[in-house]
């Protein structure tokens, strides 16, 4: 089984603020994908990045795929309360082999 | 089309009763998964199937059993609960071959005493 380690696992902001959250492996994964999840609710992809050094943005959000496929990051750009939730990274590294992250969870404070 | 669908929401059961997690889907998906997620554990795969008729375990199957039904449904077994097994229960569909999506259903919060 392949680690993922999610930093950090709690984050409290207040809105307006930038963050970033990491995801790092000794592990190469062929792809990286970040999830959100709600309270009470199963977690909703976000996004998947394939390619080493790939950068997705989502409107405020921009998702980074280290070079080396071993790790990624999340930065949000002015927070807003409706960030609120778990955002967790998985790594996937064969066929049907997923590992996921611990988890952040953030809370944006208005 | 509802996507992954568990029951139930919610159980509260005592040491040593049994029970089963529903989990279905209608997207069609080939692949079928259960998670537990506990406090700064994250996701753990309990069991998944990759295909109707085929059940492979995951990082954490001691104690539990699963049966895949049908492509649509696919059920997790408690024998006998214990307080370990509190936790929440996921369901989970996706497609090899496409994006590697996983698709969650909403969750059964499960508490053993």
């Known amino acids: 089984t392949q680690l993922l380690e999610q930093s950090p696992q709690f984050l409290s902001i207040q809105e307006g603020e930038n963050l970033t959250v990491y995801c790092n492996s000794s592990s190469v994964f062929s792809s990286l994908q970040w999830y959100r999840q709600e309270p009470g609710e199963g977690p909703v992809l976000l996004v998947t990045v394939v390619t080493g050094g790939e950068v997705k943005k989502l409107k405020r959000l921009t998702f980074q795929f280290g070079d080396a496929r071993k790790d990624s990051s999340l930065h949000i750009t002015a927070a807003q309360p409706g960030d609120t939730g778990l955002y967790l990274c998985?790594?996937?590294?064969?066929?049907?082999?997923?590992?996921f992250g611990i988890g952040t969870k953030l809370q944006v404070i208005p | 089309n509802a996507g992954v669908t568990q029951t139930p929401k919610f159980q509260v059961l005592k040491t040593g009763q049994s029970m089963t997690l529903q989990c279905a889907q209608d997207m069609n998906h080939n692949s079928m998964y259960w998670y537990r997620q506990d406090p700064g554990m994250g996701l753990r795969l309990i069991y998944y199937?990759?295909?109707?008729?085929?059940?492979d375990k995951g990082e954490v199957p001691n104690g539990y059993n699963v049966s895949r039904l049908n492509k649509r449904e696919f059920s997790l077994r408690l024998e006998s609960a214990a307080p370990s097994q509190t936790s929440v229960y996921f369901c989970?569909?996706?497609?090899?071959?496409?994006?590697?999506?996983?698709?969650f259903g909403p969750g059964t919060r499960l508490t053993v005493l």
């Open positions: 199937s990759a295909s109707e008729g085929t059940t």
């Open positions: 989970a569909s996706s497609e090899p071959g496409t994006d590697d999506t996983q698709y």
């Open positions: 998985a790594g996937v590294w064969g066929y049907q082999k997923v590992t």
